[in-house]
C-alpha cells in the first residue's frame, strides 16, 4: 500500500512517543512516553500534520507496527500524535542498536574505551555496521514515504546518524536537519572508528541542512572532525565559532539548543500525593537533622557513579565530623542490563555502597542509602530535599538531573558539578565544579558543598534553577524547527 505524502513536519528517533506490551488474550496494552520531544512535538498542536517515525523496541511494539502496516499508530495510544512504527527485523535492530549505536558511538563519543585492549573492530563489527546502514535505511524510506514537498525532518541522535544523507539521495526537496543529544567526540579520539565508519557518520549528518547539539563544545568537536577526516572547510562566524561545514557543494549549518528542565511541569508534579509519601519515607530513611548528598542516574558508565561512591567514602574519611550527619541518597537505576559491561558495572556501585555501610555504618545511621528500582515519584522526593547534589560524569551531552534539582528543591540545593557535562556550560557559575576522574578534589567539593551557608545556597539555587528552564522541552523543539524552516 502507497503511503500519501502529506506530513509537513516529521520527527524520526529510535524510541516513539508510545510503547506496548502483550496481553495474555493477545491485546496490546499501550503505554505513552514522556519526555522533552513529546512535550516539543505536542506544541505545534495536533492540527499540523506532523508525523513521528520510530523504531519498534520489542514484541509488543512489533506487533503493534505489523497491526498498522505501513500507516500509523492508534491515535487514541499516542496522544492525538501521528505515528509510524518501523517493524525493523530483531537480529538487524540488535546489531545495529547495541553492536553499533550503544556499543560503539555510545563509546566513542563519551570516551569509555579502556584503548590497550578495546576497541577492536573485527568482522563481526563489520556485519554489525551493515546492519546499522540497513536500521538507519528504513528510516529514510518511511520519511521519504511520508514527508510532503518541501517538509521539515528533525532526526534525532547518534542511532540515526546516516539519516540525513540517505534521506537526501532520496527526497532533495525536504529540509533536514539533525540532533545530537550526546557529546560529539575529538577527532583524535573520534578516528578510532575504523576510516570508512568515522567518514559515514559524518557524510551522514552532513547530508542535512543543519546539525544541531546542546552546547556549543560539542558542535566544535563536531566541526573539528569534520577537517580532520573528511577535509571539510569549517565556516566561522564572527566569534569565531563553528558556524557551518562546507563539504563536497553543500553547506551544513551548526547550531546549539541547550535542552531546559519543565518548570511548570516538574512543579506540579513534584508536589503530587505519591511524592509525598516518597519523601516522608526518605525522611524516615535518613533520621532526624541529616543533611543529604542526592544522585539521580542510570548505571550508565558516563555517570561515574563508582568515583562518586568513592569520593563519598573519602569525605567520611578525612571529615570524620560528617559521620552520622549526612546521608548519601544514591538512585542508580539499572541500565542496558543486556550488556555485560552494564551489569558488571551496576554490580560494582552495589558492592561498593555496601562497603560503605559496613565501614561506616552505626546502630542509628546507614551513611548510603542505595536504590535502585526506578521510581521517579521517590525522584522527585529526593530532589526536594536535597542539600547537595552530586552530578560527577565522566562526560554528558547536557544531564538534565542538574537542572531538575534547582528547580524542585524545597530549601535550596548546592550543585557539585562536573565540568565535562553539557550542563556545565549554563550552570557551571553557580556550581561546586569538579573534575570527574580527581576523586580527592570531589571529597573536597561534597565538604565544601555542604558548608554551604544557607542564604548563599538558596541565591545559587534561584540562579540555578533561571538557567535550567531557560529553553523548556518546547521551545527548545520549535527553535530548531524554526531555524530549519528559515535556514
Not at 545530537?180 to 541542512?209: E, F, K, N, Q
Not at 544531564?399 to 528547580?407: C, F, G, I, S, T
Amino acid at each position: 500500500m502507497a503511503v500519501e505524502r502529506s506530513a509537513p513536519i516529521l520527527v524520526a528517533s529510535n524510541r516513539g512517543p508510545v510503547s506496548y506490551a502483550l496481553d495474555q488474550d493477545g491485546s496490546l496494552v499501550p503505554k505513552r512516553g514522556g519526555g522533552g520531544l513529546v512535550s516539543g512535538l505536542s506544541a505545534i498542536g495536533p492540527d499540523a500534520g506532523a508525523v513521528w517515525v520510530c523504531a519498534a523496541l520489542g514484541d509488543g511494539d512489533r506487533e503493534a507496527a505489523r497491526r498498522a502496516g505501513a500507516g500509523h499508530l492508534d491515535p487514541d495510544h499516542t496522544g492525538g500524535q501521528q505515528v509510524r512504527m518501523l517493524d525493523i527485523a530483531p537480529d538487524v535492530f540488535a546489531a545495529a542498536y547495541n553492536g553499533v549505536a550503544n556499543s560503539v558511538l555510545w563509546f566513542i563519543h563519551h570516551l569509555l574505551y579502556q584503548t590497550p585492549v578495546e576497541p577492536v573492530f573485527d568482522a563481526e563489527f563489520g556485519a554489525q555496521w551493515a546492519a546499522y546502514e540497513t536500521y538507519n535505511a528504513a528510516f529514510a524510506d518511511a520519511l521519504a514515504q511520508e514527508a510532503a514537498e518541501g517538509a521539515v525532518v528533525l532526526v534525532q541522535d547518534y542511532h540515526l546518524a546516516l539519516v540525513p544523507g540517505l534521506l537526501r539521495a532520496r527526497r532533495p526537496d525536504l529540509r533536514i536537519g539533525h540532533f545530537s543529544h550526546t557529546p560529539w567526540a575529538p577527532p583524535d579520539y573520534y578516528r578510532l572508528l575504523p576510516d570508512d565508519v568515522a567518514a559515514g557518520v559524518l557524510r551522514g549528518i552532513l547530508g542535512g541542512d543543519r546539525a544541531a547539539f546542546l552546547t556549543g563544545r560539542w558542535a566544535a568537536a563536531f566541526a573539528d572532525c569534520c577537517a580532520a577526516v573528511l577535509g571539510a572547510e569549517v565556516v566561522r562566524g564572527t566569534d569565531g565559532s563553528a558556524a557551518a561545514v562546507r563539504f563536497e557543494g553543500r553547506e551544513t549549518r551548526l547550531g546549539v539548543h541547550g535542552l531546559g528542565a519543565d518548570a511548570d511541569f516538574l512543579r506540579e508534579r513534584s508536589r503530587a500525593a505519591d511524592v509525598d509519601e516518597r519523601l516522608a519515607a526518605l525522611r524516615e530513611q535518613i533520621g532526624p537533622g541529616r543533611k543529604t548528598i542526592v544522585r539521580v542516574d542510570r548505571t550508565e558508565l558516563s555517570k561515574n557513579i563508582v568515583r562518586g561512591l568513592l569520593a563519598y567514602r573519602r569525605l567520611l574519611e578525612i571529615r570524620p565530623e560528617w559521620r552520622e550527619r549526612v546521608v548519601h541518597v544514591a538512585f542508580a537505576y539499572p541500565s542496558r542490563q543486556d550488556l555485560a559491561v552494564y551489569r558488571d558495572y551496576t554490580e560494582r556501585v552495589r558492592v561498593l555502597a555496601e562497603e560503605i555501610n559496613a565501614e561506616y555504618g552505626t546502630e542509628g545511621w546507614q551513611p548510603v542509602a542505595l536504590h535502585v528500582k526506578d521510581d521517579f515519584a521517590r525522584s522527585l522526593a529526593a530532589y526536594r530535599l536535597a542539600d547537595v547534589a552530586l552530578v560527577n560524569p565522566i562526560r554528558d551531552g547536557m544531564n538534565l538531573v542538574a537542572k531538575e534539582v534547582p528547580v524542585v528543591s524545597e530549601r535550596g540545593c548546592t550543585l557539585v558539578l562536573s565540568r565535562e557535562a553539557g550542563a556545565y556550560e549554563e550552570l557551571g557559575a553557580d556550581a561546586v565544579v569538579v573534575n570527574p576522574y580527581d576523586v580527592e578534589g570531589t571529597a573536597r567539593a561534597l565538604d565544601e558543598a555542604l558548608r554551604t551557608p544557607e542564604g548563599e545556597r538558596a541565591d545559587r539555587t534561584k540562579h540555578l534553577a533561571a538557567a535550567a528552564t531557560a529553553l523548556p522541552p518546547r521551545d527548545w523543539f520549535l527553535a530548531q524547527l524554526r531555524a530549519l524552516r528559515e535556514g
